[in-house]
């Protein structure tokens, strides 16, 4: 019974009229601060998710499974890697061979730097490339023509038009071991290609990128045998990070394996440590917020001193006098807590279903509503920060307020 006690005086306290009226209203005023604090946190943090799945999903429409480079150096013999036992292992769905190199475009009268990337007839099934054609098609190749399809940065700047049949992308490499010649234009390989199509994923690959066959980039760049990369395609059954191992083994020490966290692991770290930062910055905001619950227990201390000098009276020892309004104190945070966290699960919810909150000039970005992802880790991180504010401050309240000298019985 006397385990029950402590809690059983704090919900009837807590739930009870007071001599007055204002302390109620403190505690429910209480209550509906830390509430609001925990909605803020969890809406935020979930759309904070929500950017960060989209941003990386952007990426991963671009970037394989898994891909193979050089640790040093930029193009290698694919059959180094011992490509066909790669190919063997379970779960592997298709391998692209890929060669880059930078190129100077020329369009009409425009021209840039751009990165000219060749991939063979596999690229499809490693890269989710043609799900982001915005304008023309996905075409590289029909019978011996060879096509290109440039980002949209690129198309931008270069003012490409997919559906002019006149027009065509001219390309220059410098060409392999070429001596200094005495007429410039002689030191470069020149081909012209058709543009069939212009793809929007992300603004590094947009500005950056211009897909052409492989058969082609050789030709430009003048390598007949080596590659890039090797861009390798796992089927959904399967784990990406098993197989990495498995092929990092066979393809042995000179060759880097990454998975598409790997790729771009700048990019994890910026969103992990920017996450970790809202963290911070809105458990401050909950904190407080949650400062209320000191005054509300100050103002019920007060309230109930008789009734805790009857206590005292009876044989009561004064730690569980401090439990009581602990308790109490605990409970304000908790219902609070649980109540942010019911609701923010809900408008969340609502927004994943529905889309109510939409984004400003939403027709320059690739969503029109804002993204929520809520993730189970970050409720019960929510919970435990909301639990340990809480616990701090109920502990300062009852126990650096409550003490001999304040509780002198008295009984009149």
Known sequence: MNLNLPLYIAKRYLVAKKSHHVINIISWVSVAGIAVGTIGLVIVLSVFNGFGDLVISLYNSFDPDIKITLTEGKTFDPASTNIQEI????GVKAITNVLEENALLKYRDRQMIATVKGVDSTFTETSGLKNNIAEGEMLLEKGEQNFAIAGSGIAYTLGI????MFSQLNMYVPKRGQNVALVPEDAFTNLLIKPSGIFVIQQDFDTKYVI???RFARELIGEEKKVSALEIAVDKNYDAAGLKKQIATIAGKNFTVNDRIEQHDYLNKILSSEKWAVYLILSLILLISAFSIIGSLTMLIIDKKKDIGILFSMGAELK???KIFF??????SLIGGLGGLFFGWLICFLQQEFKMIKLGNSE????DAYPVSMLPLDFINVFLIVFAIGAALSWFASYRLINKDFLTPKLV
């Open 87 to 90: 190919k063997k292992i379970i």
């Open 161 to 164: 038009n997919a559906e002019d």
């Open 212 to 214: 052409v066959p492989l």
């Open 320 to 322: 569980l006098v401090r």
């Open 327 to 332: 308790t109490e104190g605990l409970m304000i």
């Open 364 to 367: 320059s970005f690739v969503i």
